[in-house]
Each structure stands twice: as structure tokens, then as C-alpha cells.
């Protein structure tokens, strides 16, 4: 007998969403699972008789009614079967429960199984009128009306507690299988005998060939097993050697097409191809065609290309003729690094444009911090590019366009300002700020959309400000956020050493070289500056 494994739905746990129950479900028949079950609770009261077991079974919790959820799960899956684990039938109206059975099975296509039982106690059987101590006889007698109207075309009956008479019967679909317990099914028995024929009538089929054949059968057959029970968490897979294996099993059996059953002839017949072409691969190995140039001399195009964007091929080839190396053009258009098809003349890189304009450049940003009370800030950072000096940082709840312009005039009091300024497409600069700033003789440049590094200096000190202060702080209120910016900006344009510099710092200092070193601590001690004590 085969063990089955089957999955809970968690009702509870999933609520109502039909989405999220569609997810559920799909899942677990990917997964493979045989079975889904549904719990039946069809009331709820404030107090149980047993808190103990019963105290989970609340009106807050959703539990859904079993035959029409199967009907709902029907509807979404193919293969897994859907088992109702129970059904309190003392409680329920017996021919309602036949043909609400009956429909749900034809429409899953044979997948229902019905759990029923007549519980100790339930909150359902406390709300239905039904005789809590003849439920075990009630259920017997509603059993044998459920067989009935399933297996018979016509019925009369007369019980205690039903009554047909007549030649009644179930309207719509009869359901032809025993009932009363879950997770047996009649239906797999005929496939199941035909199955076991079949593998006697191979084996019978077996003793009359000869030695050699069943040999071979045996080892095709075995080689395929090897490879379906290899450790693997994914869908075994067939590797390179046993491809080759079914190609040598093509070329020396005709009959190879019967034993293969993992994957289809075509496939073999592929992978022969495929093998013949690597084979005639490894024959025309060898040198072909002119000899490539010395590695060198590749190299070299290679760094003229990229350190002059604009020069052409034949350019290149001049100034390769000037130390004595004769190189064709077409291999100097081979191995230099070219663009995409059909671009002009590359312009200047933003490096190139930076390091040009680096002393009369600066960059400007925002970003966002948040409080402990959950609220959110804005930093406005001004940077110059010439000495990563931190020219200017202010801190807003609420950034405009006129805030941003009046962070500007205080960066730049006494003339003391750049002649371009890199900023990206934030709406809070508002439309004319290119105008204003053009009046006080600075030349605003929008970087491209969604191009951070090229405005990648405002980006690295962003980076910088949270990874060495902001990150390690819970700020409080904007005061505070102004505070500990203050001091880290001191820290930053006089006591940090920048890498972009030569480990000097971005405001030079002359600093003592005599005497003992202490150190002061910055931030509470986030951080310490060590110098000389006058």
C-alpha cells in the first residue's frame, strides 16, 4: 500500500483572500502533495464546554464551509484530491449533502472524498436542534440514504429519520463509489490490474529471448533508473557522458528506440548531431588563416582607442607607423573597443569633463532621513569637486524651490561661488531654477535621468555621511539632525583624510609635527582625531 502525503489548508492562517488561497493551493499541487483537507466548524461561541481544545475556535477566526471550498479548490487544481476531514453529518440535511457530494465529485473529476463523524462535542452541534445522544445511530441511517441515492436509479426508504418513497432520486450526477471513508478509490483498481498484466505478459515475453538481448535491456533500463534516482533537488538531468552513452547505443543497437523512456528518440538523434559536429570541431583544430598580431601590439590599439575616443582607425594606424609597427586597418578596426553600431564621434567622458572643470564645479543633492517619531527629513548638501570641501548642509521637513534657492545664496556669500553646478531632476528645484541662478553668473547642469554617477561625487558623500555618522544615530527631531551634521561636516572638510586627495584632508591645514599625540573624540566618540598636542 502507497503512503500518501497530504497538505492542511490553513484557513485560519489565510482568511478569505481568494488570491492568496489560489496561491496556496496551486502550490501545493506543484509541490505534490495528493490531498488537501478542510476542517468543518460551522459555529462559534463566546464560551466553550472544553477551553482546553475548543478555545481556538473563535468568531474572529475564518474557517470555511467544506463542500462549497472543495467546490471553489475544484475549480483551481487538475490532479490533487480534496478530502473534507470532517463533516459532523448528525447536524446536516442527508439528501442536501448527496447532491451537493455528488456535484462536487463529477465537477473535480472524482477528486472528493468525504470524511465524516458524528464529534464528541462542536459548536455546531450546540447550535442545531439535532439529539446530541442518538447522533451515532442518526449517522448510520444517514449513511445508508447517502449509498442509496449514489449507487441506485430509483429508491424507497423508511427510517426513523428519513423517509423516500416513490422512486425517489438524486437529480444530476451519481457518484459510483463506496462512501464513508476517506482516501480510497475503486476507480484505480482496473488500471492498476491492467498494469500488473502488462508486466506479466513482459515478463513471460522475456524467457523467450535470447541472453544477449535481455542483457542489453537490462543495462539500457538500469542506466536510465541510475540517472531518475540521483540525489538532486531539481529535475534530474541528463550530463554530458550519458548523452554519449545513447549516442554509442544508436550506432551498435537497431533497437535502441524501444528501451528509451527517460527522453524521446529525437533527443539521442540530437545529440548525435551535436557530437559530430564537436568531433569534426576537434579534426579542423590548427591555425587558420593569417597569423594574429603579437599581444603587445594588441594591447597597444586597444589603450590608443580608449585613451582618444575620437581618433579613427586610420588615425591610429599613423601613429602606429611612427615607432615602425605596420598594422592593416581592418586589424586595427578588429581589436580596437569600439561602440555601438552606428554612433558618431564618441564625445568626452564625464571623467575627462570633471577633471577639466573640477575647481569650478560643484554638486548639490538631497536626501531623506527619518526620526524616532517616524518623520522624515531632508538634507540639502552642496560639495565642491576641486577639494571634496562640504561647502554648505541644512536640514528642512519641507523642501520648496524657494528653500533650496536660499541655501544656495548662504553657500555662496561674498562672491565665493562656482561657475557650474551638477544637480539631477528633482522637482524641488522648481522650473526656474536654471533661470535664477544664471543671473548670479553660475551655470546649473541637469545630469541625465536616471544616471546617479553622473553626479557620482554628491552620491559618495551621501554615502559617506550615512555609513559614518547617520547610520550609527537615532535621530530625533530636526534640531538634533542639524547638531550632529555640524559637527561631522567639521570633521569631514578639516580632520578626515580623503583617499581622492592623497589622504589629505579636503581643507588643508598646517598642523603641528612635534610633541605628544592625543586624540579627541568626535561625535561621543564615533569617531577620534589624532594630532599633536601643542
Known sequence: MAMHIGAIFPATELGGEPSAIRDSVQ?????????????????????????????????????????????????LTRRVELFTGVLVLPIRQTIAVAKQAAETDALSGGRLRLGWAWATWSASSKGSKADYHTRGRRMEEQIEVLRALWTRDALTYEGRWHRLVDGARLLGVRVQKSAGTTGRAERHDVPTMLEYLLLLLSLIRATMRDREAVVTENLLLRHQLAVLTR?????????????????????????????????RPESVIRWHRQAWRLFWRWRSRGPIGRPRLDAEVRELIATMARDNPRWGSERIRGELLKPGL?????????????????????????????????????????????????????????????????????????????????????????????RHLLRDHDSVYGRDFRR?????????????????????????VIGTLRRECLDHLII????????????????????????????????????????????????????????RAA
Open 27 to 75: 502550490a501545493a499541487e506543484d509541490l505534490g502533495y495528493h490531498h488537501i483537507l478542510v476542517y468543518e466548524h460551522l459555529l462559534a461561541f463566546a464560551e466553550s464546554p472544553n477551553p482546553s481544545y475548543y478555545g481556538l475556535i473563535t468568531p474572529e477566526l475564518t474557517m470555511h464551509e467544506p463542500l462549497v471550498f472543495l467546490g471553489f479548490l475544484a475549480a
Open 231 to 263: 540525489p538532486t533537488r531539481r529535475r534530474p538531468r541528463l550530463r554530458a557522458r550519458d548523452k554519449l552513452f545513447w549516442v554509442v547505443v544508436r550506432a551498435l543497437r537497431r533497437d535502441w528506440r524501444q528501451h528509451l523512456v527517460v527522453v
Open 476 to 531: 530625533l527631531n530636526e534640531p538634533h539632525l542639524r547638531s550632529v551634521l555640524g559637527e561631522f561636516v567639521q570633521y569631514y572638510n578639516l580632520d578626515r583624510p580623503h583617499r581622492t586627495l592623497r589622504l589629505e584632508t579636503p581643507v588643508p591645514v598646517l598642523r603641528a609635527v612635534e610633541g605628544p599625540v592625543r586624540s579627541r573624540p568626535v561625535l561621543g566618540g564615533l569617531h577620534h582625531v589624532y594630532e
Open 326 to 418: 605596420v598594422v592593416s586597418k581592418g586589424s586595427i578596426q578588429r581589436y580596437r573597443l569600439r561602440g555601438p553600431a552606428g554612433q558618431g564621434p564618441s564625445s568626452q567622458t564625464w571623467g575627462t569633463f570633471l577633471h577639466n572643470h573640477a575647481h569650478h564645479l560643484w554638486a548639490a543633492d538631497l536626501f531623506s532621513v527619518q526620526t524616532l517619531t517616524f518623520k522624515t527629513l531632508y538634507v540639502l548638501v552642496f560639495i565642491a569637486h576641486g577639494r571634496r570641501e562640504l561647502m554648505h548642509v541644512n536640514v528642512t521637513a519641507n523642501p520648496t524651490a524657494a528653500w533650496v534657492w536660499r541655501q544656495l545664496i548662504e553657500a555662496t556669500p561674498w562672491g565665493h561661488k562656482p
Open 436 to 460: 535664477q541662478v544664471r543671473r548670479i553668473g553660475i551655470d546649473a547642469i541637469a545630469t541625465p535621468v536616471a544616471s546617479p554617477r553622473a553626479n557620482a561625487v554628491a552620491e559618495r
